[in-house]
């Protein structure tokens, strides 16, 4: 074998063990080596690197299955750090998270109109929420900036294709930050951080593949294969809220017409609401209070409801049916607000357009992490790398 089949070999391994202490933390090196399949030697022996460099540690007993409780690992929380940024349409918000996805400090501003204030804005916002848990902004702690923003974005150049809400075009937003803060910056379509969050540290903990879906403003979703996100060829992957469910239906903010987000997002269940009560003042609250009396027993708000949750359920069975995925987590504003009344009427709505032989196999779940989750995703972009070479990281920085 040659020297670099070797190494590689051995990174490949680091990796296995540490992203298997990151997903059953505490963990003892039987299992580990259960787990990865590696030799209890070879185990030992990387987690004994682990351990010298910092990155994990010994943390009390587990169960005896006879003879001595073994020790069990974890990671060390902070020993990496990694900051995220969520830049939604009214806000700028930055946290700073351990290698455990836990948020550790938060900030936010409001977003600027002008698109070079925004670029500021953002490294505002990183300097401050490192400053204020004690940190420096040095590179041998923080492994990087994850950037989660609407639109699409080049994952090889790391530029703002196009993001309608923030009204700008070809934005090199990784360069003019990673120049501006001297940490690598990572930005993302704000779905795949959905996705990615859920993925790593939420309802998708320990699957393999996912797609994760959020329902509110707009809808939106992220697709995550063998751990990676899949964005196909022109980027743009995953923006079902544009996949034409009726033909000649209601006008979509995209200029089309019967795109899904125009039939379930959050203007269109207020819509529909006020259409059936026979009040166009109703609602003055919008889909908050839409959901609010809904769940006051207000039947023209159910059925808005009801409707907008069968919308997204044909949507995700016509995605189901082209994929094969088998787990989906649902979230956004619109259903972390209304829980089962959005998600039961998407299960039934999946059940009765899957393709018949994958019907009544598709897992549909509520996402875990709330109003973090597009934070915790974007640190992932930055985590992900450490986790995928782990001693590398720590022996050149
Ligand atoms: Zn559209």
Redesign the pocket.
């Known amino acids: 074998m040659r020297t670099g089949d070797r190494q590689l070999i051995k990174e490949l391994n680091v990796t296995a063990v540490i992203t298997t202490i990151r997903e059953h933390e505490p963990i003892s090196r039987v299992d580990i080596a259960r787990l990865t399949g590696l030799s209890k030697a070879t185990v030992t022996s990387i987690t004994q690197m682990l351990l010298r460099a910092g990155l994990i540690l010994e943390t009390g007993s587990g169960d005896s299955r006879g003879g001595r409780r073994p020790t069990l690992l974890r990671l060390n929380p902070t020993a990496r750090l990694a900051v995220g940024v969520k830049i939604a349409p009214a806000r700028i918000t930055a946290a700073l998270t351990s290698l455990q996805g836990q948020i550790l400090e938060m900030t936010s501003v409001d977003l600027p109109s002008e698109p070079p204030a925004i670029v500021e804005a953002v490294e505002a916002c990183v300097r401050d929420v490192i400053h204020r848990a004690g940190f420096t902004l040095s590179p041998a702690r923080l492994l990087g900036v994850g950037v989660g923003l609407p639109g699409i974005v080049d994952p090889t150049t790391g530029a703002s294709i196009s993001s309608y809400f923030l009204r700008w075009q070809n934005v090199p937003i990784k360069r003019l930050l990673e120049t501006r803060l001297g940490l690598p910056v990572y930005p993302e379509n704000d779905a795949n951080c959905f996705a990615l969050g859920e993925y790593w540290y939420g309802a998708g903990r320990g699957a393999s593949s996912l797609l994760g879906v959020t329902v509110g403003v707009g809808i939106g979703a992220g697709l995550i294969l063998d751990g990676q996100i899949f964005r196909g060829a022109l980027c743009g992957a995953g923006?079902v809220?544009?996949m034409?469910i009726q033909r000649d239906g209601p006008l979509?903010?995209?200029?089309?017409?019967?795109?899904?987000?125009?039939l379930a997002a959050d203007a269109a269940v207020v819509q529909r609401a006020r259409q059936l009560k026979g009040d166009w003042e109703a609602y003055p609250g919008g889909r908050p209070e839409v959901i609010l009396a809904a769940q006051a027993g207000d039947a023209a708000a159910r059925q808005a409801l009801a409707e907008a949750g069968e919308w997204v359920g044909l949507g995700l069975a016509n995605l189901v049916n082209v994929l094969s995925c088998d787990f989906i987590v649902v979230g956004g504003e619109a259903v972390s607000q209304a829980g089962e009344m959005l998600l039961q009427p998407i299960r039934a709505a999946l059940q009765r357009y899957v393709f018949s032989p994958l019907s009544g196999r598709v897992r549909v779940e509520a996402a875990r992490l709330g109003d973090e989750v597009w934070l915790i995703g974007a640190t992932v972009l930055a985590l992900q790398r450490f986790f995928h070479a782990p001693l590398k990281v720590a022996v050149t920085r």
Do not use: D
Not at 252 to 262: P, Q
């Open positions: 923006e809220g544009h034409i979509c903010n995209c200029g089309r017409f019967g795109c899904l987000e125009a």
